[in-house]
């Protein structure tokens, strides 16, 4: 195996920065592979050979900041790499080089870093071997027509991930949807629902599913409604109650911790005193269905060994 030694130097920006010399030799090919920046064309435009990039996805597909991420989401049982020239104004519109042959490898990964431990090795060893036969050195040959023509779908863009991408949207998203992006994730999903506030009104704050979901193994009896929370305790058992959603598929999700944004991570059986400020569940329980008993207080009800509470208004 070949082996390079290299110097390391850290930067905060690449906008400013100017590439070293090494033994007085100027630089004259730049190399990135999960970069994340675009490359100043004057340093391109300053080495003889411009830029090569490793990039996780059989370009044009995924093209973007999360290749990795989006062939997860999107369900995606292949992938494969490909060897770029860098340009010197947008991500991934390079001439192609060399890439994986359609339709790439099979994967079985349900992680990230597992796809990463899978696909590191396959881009490594096609950038030596773009060295060894020597891509960069014009005239280059750009193997973006023909691969144009092998495949009929059009190309996606792998956007970053932001935030945004962790909000559960219980009107579409399935319970393997959820389940899949909790996995992929880099932090908790997240909704919103409405909290009493300390003055006593109601105030919309981020509900923060901060030990995330599991498939709740037995039937509700059609009472988890996609996106309203159930807080469900077993009338003879000493473990502590946990929550039930519903998904727009007909399956339940179930967690035992929530966090309310601004407050510390609460069991669920908090989830519905003042002390951890969530809204209470609704009064008029005979809507929910006919199987339910109103306990004396109104706001919850039983069916067999079974207590109930659902919340008033579902997540947003």
């Not at 390391?8 to 070293?20: A, I, L, Q």
């Not at 990039?55 to 490909?82: M, Q, W």
């Not at 023909?146 to 792998?158: M, W």
Request: positive net charge; aromatic residues 6%; hydrophobic residues 35%.
């Amino acid at each position: 195996m070949d082996e390079f030694t290299t110097r390391d130097y850290k930067t905060n920006t690449v906008s400013e920065w100017t590439p070293p010399t090494r033994d007085n030799e100027d630089i004259n090919l730049v190399v990135t592979a999960s970069f994340g920046l675009l490359v100043p064309s004057r340093i391109l435009y300053g080495v003889k050979y411009g830029g090569l990039n490793v990039h996780p996805s059989l370009l044009p597909d995924f093209r973007g900041a999360a290749p990795l991420h989006h062939t997860l989401l999107c369900g995606e049982k292949n992938i494969g790499v490909t060897l770029q020239t860098m340009h010197p104004t947008q991500f991934d519109k390079g001439m192609i080089l060399a890439q994986t042959k359609y339709p790439g490898f099979e994967h079985c990964c349900s992680t990230v870093p597992d796809l990463v431990a899978m696909v590191a090795p396959k881009g490594a060893e096609m950038l030596l071997q773009g060295l060894r036969d020597r891509l960069y050195v014009p005239p280059l040959e750009d193997l973006s027509p023909h691969l144009s023509k092998i495949s009929d779908r059009p190309s996606r863009y792998a956007r970053k991930i932001t935030p945004n991408d962790r909000h559960i949207n219980w009107d579409t998203w399935t319970a393997e949807k959820i389940l899949l992006t909790q996995r992929l994730m880099i932090g908790p999903l997240w909704n919103e629902g409405e909290v009493a506030s300390l003055n006593g009104g109601i105030e919309v704050k981020r509900i923060i599913w901060s030990q995330g979901f599991q498939l709740f193994p037995g039937p509700m009896n059609n009472l988890a409604k996609h996106g309203c929370p159930i807080v469900v305790k077993e009338r003879r058992s000493k473990a502590p109650p946990y929550l039930v959603v519903g998904t727009c598929d007909g399956r339940t999700l179930v967690t035992k911790a929530i966090k309310i944004e601004g407050k510390w991570e609460t069991p669920v059986s908090h989830a519905l005193s003042k002390s951890c400020n969530m809204a209470a569940p609704i009064d008029a329980v005979e809507k929910v269905a006919k199987v339910l008993v109103p306990k004396g207080d109104g706001n919850a009800a039983q069916e067999g060994e079974k207590e109930f509470a659902i919340f008033r208004q579902p997540l947003r």
